[in-house]
């Protein structure tokens, strides 16, 4: 009886474990690795400064820019 209740112990703990450590992976998982960017960076055609694609401004030409005053400033 008392090695019936350890094996139930032990597979119960198991278990546990084991679906813990799924947890922690599918959590893992839905985050951006390393290298992984979610928004592309680009770099400012004026002062060189990287920020995200979706928050640059760009000219004419297709350039970026950090911002207004740099954009109306243009390429250096
Ligand atoms: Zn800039």
Do not use: K
Request: proline content about 8%; hydrophobic content about 40%; some cysteine.
């Amino acid at each position: 009886m008392l090695r019936v209740l350890i094996l139930v112990a032990v597979v119960v703990g198991l278990a546990l474990w084991l679906l813990r450590g799924r947890r922690v992976d599918t959590t893992t998982a839905r985050r951006p690795g390393r290298g992984e960017n979610p928004a592309q960076m680009i770099a400012c055609a004026h002062c060189g400064v990287h920020l995200p694609r979706p928050d640059a401004v760009f000219d004419a030409e297709g350039r970026s820019y950090c911002g207004e005053p740099h954009r109306v400033a243009g390429p250096r």
